[in-house]
Each structure stands twice: as C-alpha cells, then as structure tokens.
C-alpha cells in the first residue's frame, strides 16, 4: 500500500465508509413510537383490559402459573369487533375498555401498534401475525375481510374444515409464527365451525445486564401454598430501576436497546399477588413506573419456563361480553349466515434464564354457526407478578403470575 494510486484510492472511499457507519449506528437506534394525541389514552384502556384478563384468568383456572399475552387477545378480539353489530359490539367494546374512541381510531391504533413494535428495538425479535381461516361452506362478507387486511395485516385463507388438511395448515401457521414454540392451537375443527380469527406474538429478548450462569444456584421458592420448594435461582447485582411501597417491591430489567422491559412486582411481607393484583390498574401501573429510579440492587429471580392453555369464554363473558358466546350474538357484519363465538383459545409458552426471556402467545377467535440498606435486595423466592411492556408508549404485550414454578 505504498503507491500514491492506492492512497488515493482510500481517501476516496473513506466518506462512503463514514455513511455506512452512520447507517449502522441508525439501523441499531432504538426507535420511539408516536401516537396522536386521540389515539394516546387508548394505551391506558389496553392496560386496564390486561390487568383484568390476569386478575380474572387466574380467578377462573386453576393454574399455580398464569401467564397470558393481553396483546395478543385484544388484537383477536379487535379484529371480530370489526365484523360486530348492535349490542354485540357495545360489549366487546366495554371488555376492551374502549371508551370515546371511533372505530376508525380503534383500527389505526392496532395498524400502527402492529407495524411499530416489531421494529422499535433491534436488538429484540418481535413477531405479530393475524390471519382469518374460514369455510368453504362459510360465506365472509368481503368488507370484513377487506378491513382487517388492510389495518391488522391479516392474511385470509378459505379452507375445507371438514379435511384433515385444515387443522394442519392451520396449527402450521401458529408453529412458524412463534419460532415452533406453540406448534399447535387447534386439537380439532368442530363440525360446526365457521371460522378462525387467530393472533401469533412471538418476543425474544436479551438482558441488557446479563445474569453469569456461575452464579447460579438451588434455592428456596416460597409457594402460593406456603411451601418451600426447590428452584434454580440467578443472581446479579447491578443498577436498576427501583421502587417500593406497602403494597410491593417493583424492579425493571430492561431487554437488548432497552425499548422492552420486565417489571417484577414482588409483594412486601404480609401482602399476597391477589391483593396486588387488585390493586393494579392503568393509573396505578403508570405511578409504579414514573415513581421508580436507579439504584444498585442485588436480583435474586429464579430461571422459569411456564405454558399455559386457556379457554376464555368464562373469562372474557366476565368482563362484559356474554352475549357474543349465545345464538343473540349479533356479528352481521361478518356474515348473513348467524354465527356466534363458541370461545376464545389462548395458549403461551415463556422462558426466563440468564441469557434473557423467548415468550410467545397464540390466541383463536372460534366462530361457530349459531361460537433499605445501600443496596437493597430484591429476592424473588416467592410468588410474584411481572409485566413485559415496551417503553416509549407503556404497552403491555405479557402479563403474569407465578405462584408455583416448577425446577427449569
């Protein structure tokens, strides 16, 4: 590299070097997600609709391990709104709390939620998919179709659901949308089936402060039946955002740009999850996080892998839409055909280690013809609450509570 020619040559290159560096620390920015002003409270409604889904899942199963994706059910359930009539709609509107919005608003809401979260942090893989399988004996009127292509992306299959070809394309469908971790939704097609409105959400995400394998070990885990049970628990002390009050401990580890975060919400002595989760709503959620602040904190959280399969009906009949499950189910703009939803299935899959968390959720809409010391301690050997969400808007994608987690 001696001769003047090459010299020359490197001086030339070495702006378009400076471009593609500056490309490259773009491409790894982490991004904020800017909502209009009329679109901003509707963050606050999905916030209470997921923190009621936990409280009245858990209220209705059995489970000592509840984990859900709000996000993924309100995304299935705004795509059927689309096709509600009457009080139908007025009731899966009130189950997902949306108040003194216009449908127009509710549509460009998901659109831009849809389209902007996968993409906000490059450093965390997020993945949401719709689709809307249907009959071939099952006519969908094509504005239905048209609206959830255009504003949920949904892809549209007409299937033959009595071949044995439908469920598989069909659970095929979710296993590629969650990176094989629910390779199934359907265990069968009923006979009177009409159609599917599915949602895939598939999270994988690195600690931005990593806990090293080395340090950990068995230990302890108090169970929601006041147990001692045997867990494989990390530890890592770092700074992190922190807070307490009477009720909890509130700590947030954050994943990859930090756009995505765990909060843990571990309740103080004396206080059980169900009295914190009664507690837990928009507001209360939007003070625990603007009341947190950084200090050094030694973590102790036990490495987990939960899945989970609901039935929702019960579930989502309590919170205000019971006449979608009845042959009074008015979805006319669906179809002319009656139809009603028989329930809502929802099955997730998490995992929680020292590299970081992969959670994945799938829900089916089924249609049928009428369907402190200098650092303070935060040592998760009890049961606990925690919330995935993204930063720039406070959007819950996961919820949960871990009451009896088994050795992982």
């Not at 490309?23 to 209009?36: F, H, S, Y």
């Not at 068995?218 to 955002?241: G, P, Y």
């Not at 609901?310 to 055909?337: C, H, N, R, W, Y």
Request: negative net charge; hydrophobic residues 45%.
């Amino acid at each position: 590299m001696k001769k003047l020619t090459i010299l020359l040559l490197l001086v030339s290159i070495l702006p378009s070097c400076d471009l593609v560096k500056d490309a490259d620390v773009e491409n790894t920015k982490v991004k904020e997600i800017v909502l209009r002003a009329p679109l901003q409270k509707r963050v606050a409604q999905d916030n209470d609709f997921a923190f009621e889904l936990l409280r009245k899942t858990i209220a209705n199963n059995d489970n000592e391990n509840v984990f859900l994706s709000p996000m993924s059910v309100s995304i299935a359930l705004g795509m059927a709104l689309n096709g509600a009539e009457n009080e139908t709609e007025a009731q899966i509107a009130d189950a997902l709390r949306f108040n003194d919005m216009t449908y127009a608003e509710i549509n460009e809401y998901y659109k831009i939620m849809q389209s902007n979260l996968p993409v906000v942090d490059p450093k965390v893989k997020l993945s949401i998919a719709n689709a809307v399988w249907y009959d071939k004996l099952f006519s969908v009127k094509q504005s239905f179709l048209d609206v959830n292509a255009e504003n949920f992306d949904a892809y549209i299959k007409m299937l033959d659901f009595k071949s044995a070809d439908a469920l598989d394309t069909i659970n095929s469908w979710c296993s590629r949308k969650t990176n094989k971790l629910i390779p199934t939704i359907l265990d069968e097609i009923p006979a009177d089936a009409a159609m599917y409105l599915t949602n895939a959400v598939y999270f994988k995400g690195l600690w931005s402060q990593k806990f090293d394998k080395k340090n950990t070990r068995e230990a302890e885990f108090r169970n929601m039946n006041n147990q001692n049970v045997r867990v494989n628990m990390m530890s890592l002390k770092d700074t992190f955002m922190y807070r307490e009050d009477e009720m909890a401990q509130y700590l947030t580890m954050s994943y990859g740009g930090k756009a995505f975060s765990m909060t843990v919400m571990l309740p103080a002595e004396g206080k059980t999850t169900d009295e914190l989760l009664a507690e837990l709503d928009a507001a209360k959620w939007q003070n625990i996080q603007d009341g947190m602040s950084s200090r050094e904190v030694q973590v102790f959280m036990p490495r987990l892998k939960v899945e989970n399969k609901f039935k929702l009906k019960q579930t989502l009949a309590d919170m205000g839409m019971p006449v979608s499950f009845t042959e009074m189910a008015d979805f006319t703009g669906i179809s002319d055909i009656p139809i009603m939803i028989s329930d809502v299935i929802h099955k997730t899959y998490v995992t929680v280690d020292e590299d970081g968390t992969e959670a994945a959720a799938v829900t089916a809409v089924e249609f049928e013809f009428t369907s402190m010391p200098e650092h303070k301690e935060f040592n998760v050997n009890k049961t606990f609450v925690f919330v995935i969400s993204e930063k720039s808007t406070g959007v819950i994608l996961f919820a949960g509570k871990i009451g009896n987690p088994d050795k992982y």
